[in-house]
């Protein structure tokens, strides 16, 4: 793999788990926190361990490029609110540093692969449809999620809403309307040049609404093909998302993922415009 100016698309401060977390990266314990959280068992480890702040524990053994390794080494230390799930072979965490309303993590466990950038783990095919896998598994929990937080607010979620307040009744639970398709509104891949040392899919919702989208380079990285769909590896050599620095894809202009505006390099208007959609995209 070759890459030519490789930039980061994220600050130093969050590379080093120094930056002030996004009041929405621990959420509240809910049903997306304890669902698919496995019941923890005493733990060699100090019973106060669990209460060490995150950026302590992080670059504790695992520091700065390296800090997802706290979480696959001993996912059992975190609580629920940034710990999801894990299991021999993946972790599911909370993004410290979420750049949509809802961003969240998927860590492999593979010794082998775990420290491959993602263009080389994912030529091996059988690795490939774990994480595909288990990366539909996290999506339909973040799905599950959005419809928990949003489906009030949106149009398509009416007759859903409707039972769910008592104002219609059904007779058997599989008469229960679906409502939205909110997994379409789940985003699910890895940057082609990844700020992080461990291999990591991110899955997050589209809305690209956070406190803690703060630049250009931030929106770019998930607005532009230096996000790789899971979908699309493996990559075929010729591939030109394989060389990001050469196409310019973080300092690229900022056009809005809902309405395809430009708004060149201004982001504070890219800002206030995400606001905007980010309420209408409720809505729909």
């Given at each position: 793999m070759t890459e030519e100016n490789p930039q980061d698309a994220i600050t130093e401060e969050e590379i080093a788990g120094t930056a002030s977390p996004a009041s929405s990266a621990l959420p509240p314990r809910n049903a997306f926190t304890t669902l698919m959280s496995p019941k923890r068992k005493a733990s060699p480890c100090s019973p106060t361990s669990s209460k060490k702040s995150f950026t302590k524990m992080a670059t504790n053994a695992f520091s700065r490029?390296?800090?997802?390794?706290?979480?696959?080494?001993?996912?059992?230390?975190?609580e629920p609110s940034r710990v999801i799930y894990y299991n021999a072979d993946f972790v599911a965490i909370h993004d410290m540093y979420p750049k949509?309303?809802?961003?969240?993590?998927?860590?492999?466990?593979?010794?082998?692969?775990?420290?491959?950038?993602?263009?080389?783990?994912f030529e091996d095919a059988e690795f490939l449809a774990a994480v595909r896998e288990q990366a539909a598994k996290l999506k339909a929990i973040v799905a599950s999620e959005l419809q928990r937080r949003y489906g009030k607010f949106?149009?398509?979620?009416?007759?859903?809403?409707?039972v769910l307040n008592g104002e219609i009744e059904i007779q058997r639970d599989e008469d229960m309307p679906v409502g939205r398709d909110w997994e379409k509104e789940v985003?699910?891949?890895m940057h082609t040049r990844p700020s992080m040392n461990h291999l990591h899919v991110h899955v997050l919702s589209r809305d690209r609404y956070s406190e803690c989208l703060k630049h250009r380079k931030h929106y770019n990285s998930f607005a532009t093909p230096f996000f790789v769909p899971l979908d699309d590896f493996p990559l075929a050599e010729d591939?030109?998302?394989?060389?990001?620095?050469?196409?310019?894809?973080?300092?690229?202009?900022?056009?809005?993922?809902?309405?395809?505006?430009?708004?060149?390099?201004?982001?504070?208007?890219?800002?206030?415009?995400?606001?905007?959609?980010?309420?209408?995209?409720?809505?729909?």
């Open positions: 490029r390296d800090g997802l390794g706290a979480y696959i080494s001993r996912p059992e230390k975190y949509s309303s809802i961003h969240t993590l998927l860590l492999p466990r593979s010794e082998k692969h775990a420290l491959m950038h993602p263009f080389d783990a949106s149009k398509q979620d009416e007759p859903r809403e409707a985003m699910v891949g591939d030109v998302r394989r060389h990001p620095g050469r196409e310019g894809y973080l300092d690229s202009d900022m056009t809005c993922w809902k309405c395809g505006k430009n708004f060149g390099n201004k982001f504070a208007r890219l800002k206030e415009h995400l606001k905007e959609e980010f309420e209408e995209w409720k809505r729909e």
